[in-house]
């Protein structure tokens, strides 16, 4: 059964830090792209960053472009957003995906999903 | 830039019923669309790919059809489970979600 378990949300103030992550179990997680998908309060679905299964190549939405880097260590079966210079805007509850880019550039959609896990930028 | 319209925002019809969702993209997509379905508080759900694939487990009241620029999802018969937010992705070398349909009783 795949299984995605993010971890790493909750308050920070505007400017400030975090980092996601998201642990997988169920697949060969080195073998698939993999995902960012947030969701500010009472929003749509915004895809914001892919990382392919090496994790050689990286892609991102311009709305987090130089602030956040996603990263993966498939020797630990996990992914991770890290998340800089937050902003309010930022506010949303961010869900890993399964699926994404590759290193070659062909995309696919996501298949599973994580729980979900709010990340609140606030003074 | 590709950009995915979904229409009608928003949908009310009765439990029983046919839904017919739309989702047009401003340039070809090609088969590469996919629609996910969401309900309150929890995680999306991949109803379909491929443009008209149905994922592991959907139930085949759920159907998929288009390719290009001119999608559609539609649920045969409507449960009442089926009320919630639809959305459509797109994945043709970038990736991309629509703006959703929320269907209501």
């Known amino acids: 059964e795949v299984q995605l378990l993010e971890s790493g949300g909750g308050l920070v103030q505007p400017g400030g830090s975090l980092r996601l992550s998201c642990a997988a179990s169920g697949f060969t997680f080195s073998s698939y792209a993999m995902s960012w998908v947030r969701q500010a309060p009472g929003e749509g679905l915004e895809w914001v960053s892919a990382i392919s299964g090496s994790g050689f190549r990286t892609y991102y939405a311009d709305s987090v472009k130089g602030r956040f880097t996603v990263s993966r260590d498939n020797s630990k079966n996990t992914l991770y957003f890290q998340m800089n210079s937050l902003r309010a805007e930022d506010t949303a509850v961010y869900y890993c995906?399964?699926?994404?880019?590759?290193?070659?550039?062909?995309?696919?959609?996501?298949?599973?999903w994580g729980q979900g896990n709010l990340v609140t930028v606030s003074s | 830039e590709i950009v995915l319209t979904q229409s009608p925002g928003t949908l009310s019809l009765s439990p029983g019923e046919r839904a017919t969702l739309s989702c047009r993209a401003s340039q070809s997509v090609s088969s590469y669309l996919a629609w996910y379905q969401q309900n309150p508080g929890q995680a999306p759900r991949l109803l379909i790919s491929g443009a008209s694939t149905r994922a592991a487990g959907i139930p085949d009241r759920f159907s998929g059809s288009g390719s290009g620029t001119d999608f559609t999802l539609t649920i045969s018969r409507l449960e009442p489970e089926d009320f919630a937010v639809y959305y459509c992705?797109?994945?043709?070398?970038?990736?991309?979600f629509g703006q959703g349909t929320k269907l209501e009783i």
């Open positions: 992705q797109q994945y043709s070398g970038s990736l991309l």
């Open positions: 995906a399964k699926g994404g880019c590759g290193y070659d550039g062909v995309c696919s959609h996501f298949d599973y």
